[in-house]
Structure formats: structure tokens, C-alpha cells
């Protein structure tokens, strides 16, 4: 059975950090493309953050370029989100989700979805 579960969010104040981990089983892990999704409440899901399986291309919205950085643990099958100086357009729910890797990287259907994890940004 395939699993992406989120975990590390919660309630933080204006210019504070948070790390997001993406813990996955299931699937060959490696071999699969892993980003970072949000959607604010009232607003279409966007993506966050994309990192390849092999050739370690990172996408970043601009939004949060500078300020959140993607990684993986392959050893782990783990993907981390490292965000800081968090704003309160940060509040949303966060989700990690796969796709085998291919041309389209996270900009196509990814395949596999987490339940979410719910980040809040206080000002």
C-alpha cells in the first residue's frame, strides 16, 4: 500500500521556521519525483516546491524562493520542507505528493498524495 504522510506542522508566529517531513512507503522511491503542494482556504491548490529522483533539479515557486528548501533521503524515503521566515499568506495545508519521475517533473498528475498537514501563520 502506498503512503505519503506529512507530519511537522502547526501554529507559528510571523518570521518563524517550520520543517515539514514527508515520510512515504510503497512505492520505489527513487524512482519517483516528490513536491510540495498548499491550498489556503478558499483557494485553488498550488505547488510549493518539486525535487527530482536522480538529477536533483529543484523547482520553487516564487513565492517562497529564498525562504523554503526542499530535500530528500532517499535512504530514509523521506522528503523535508525547511521553511522560514514564514508569513501568514504561508497558512495553509501542506501536502507531499509523487510522481514517476519523467519529463513533466510535478507540473503533470502527480500519482500518490498525502492527507495534508495544516501550517498556520500568525501576524
Known amino acids: 500500500e502506498v503512503q505519503l504522510v506529512e507530519s511537522g506542522g502547526g501554529l507559528v508566529q510571523a518570521g518563524g521556521s517550520l520543517r515539514l517531513s514527508c515520510t512515504t512507503s510503497?512505492?520505489?522511491?527513487?524512482?519517483?519525483?516528490i513536491g510540495w503542494f498548499r491550498q489556503a482556504p478558499g483557494k485553488e491548490r498550488e505547488i510549493v516546491s518539486c525535487?527530482?529522483?536522480?538529477?536533483?533539479?529543484?523547482y520553487y515557486a516564487n513565492s517562497v524562493k529564498g525562504r523554503f528548501t526542499i530535500s530528500r533521503d532517499n535512504a530514509k524515503k523521506m522528503v523535508y520542507l525547511q521553511m522560514n521566515s514564514l508569513k501568514p499568506e504561508d497558512t495553509a495545508v501542506y501536502y507531499c505528493?509523487?510522481?514517476?519521475?519523467?519529463?513533466?517533473?510535478?507540473?503533470?498528475?502527480?500519482?500518490?498524495w498525502g492527507k495534508g498537514t495544516l501550517v498556520t501563520v500568525s501576524s
Open positions: 510503497g512505492f520505489t522511491f527513487e524512482d519517483y519525483a
Open positions: 525535487i527530482s529522483s536522480w538529477d536533483g533539479n529543484i
Open positions: 505528493a509523487a510522481v514517476l519521475a519523467g519529463p513533466t517533473g510535478c507540473g503533470g498528475g502527480m500519482d500518490y
